[in-house]
């Protein structure tokens, strides 16, 4: 393969592996910020667990500005795009495509809402049932928790389908697409967590653990679906128009979309 056909391949693969992550990392951040915010109101919100939740949420802005300002594999800058990718938008700035791909996260997290709360509702109902203070808070913490792994095991899955899908390397697609790892932001929220709780993990019994399974398996099985994934572009691509090159992009995106999901 010639640098040439490397690049070609893994542009390609690049739309696949941000589409996946745009909606499974950015979705993982609107829980974050749906946890800290109940975090906040727990009595165990002070000292060490204070300052855990605040270097979780600080390792989300460590992510993000890599993003932004990274110099060898530039993911997010208009200007590296290739020119049939970069004819679909207007006059915009790295920060404003970057936030058109970040919405996709926001959209599959509002329509995936009453799935976070039945999870929710699971984990309350084991914390009261072993007595944890502040139950219904926790729970919260805890559906943030399962919504990191979840994006990190998405991250994970769409490196490893572009070796056969886009034919580049394993060793190149991890070189290039790991930045979209949300690993150590995983690491310092379950931190958190356990100091928030403690470090106590209580045993389930046979009724809760089935419980909470089948919750996760709910929640997983609807945010890895591609039309979840492109149902949430298709609506961000309706609300931020100003992005496009014209009205007839825009309407062709929204078409696409509609398309990927027909099949």
């Not at 110099?71 to 920060?95: H, L, Q, S």
């Not at 943030?144 to 060793?171: G, Q, S, W, Y």
């Not at 996760?216 to 149902?231: G, M, P, R, V, Y």
């Not at 949430?232 to 009205?247: C, I």
Request: hydrophobic share 35%.
């Amino acid at each position: 393969m010639t640098q040439e056909e490397l690049f070609a391949a893994l542009c390609d693969a690049a739309g696949y592996v941000k589409l996946v992550c745009g909606v499974g990392n950015n979705a993982a951040h609107m829980a974050m910020l749906d946890g800290y915010d109940h975090a906040r109101k727990c009595k165990a919100y002070r000292h060490e667990v204070k300052r855990a939740f605040k270097q979780a949420i600080e390792e989300w802005h460590v992510y993000e500005r890599h993003l932004l300002h990274e110099k060898n594999f530039r993911m997010f800058c208009v200007a590296d795009m290739p020119e049939r990718i970069r004819r679909k938008y207007g006059d915009i700035t790295d920060r404003e495509y970057y936030d058109y791909w970040s919405a996709t996260g926001c959209e599959a997290y509002q329509r995936t809402r009453p799935l976070l709360t039945c999870l929710q509702n699971k984990y309350k109902k084991s914390l009261v049932r072993h007595g944890y203070e502040d139950a219904d808070h926790v729970a919260w913490v805890m559906v943030a928790m399962a919504c990191l792994e979840l994006a990190c095991a998405m991250h994970e899955r769409a490196i490893t389908d572009c070796p056969e899908n886009f034919n580049v390397p394993l060793k190149a697609v991890r070189l290039v697409f790991g930045q979209l790892s949300l690993q150590s932001v995983k690491e310092k929220w379950n931190k958190a967590l356990r100091l928030l709780t403690g470090g106590y993990e209580h045993p389930l019994d046979k009724d809760e653990e089935r419980d909470i399974t089948l919750g996760l398996e709910q929640l997983t099985e609807t945010w890895i679906d591609s039309s979840l994934h492109f149902q949430s572009l298709q609506a961000t691509a309706e609300d931020y128009g100003e992005v496009f090159r014209t009205k007839g992009m825009q309407k062709k995106i929204i078409r696409e979309c509609a398309e990927a999901m027909e099949d």
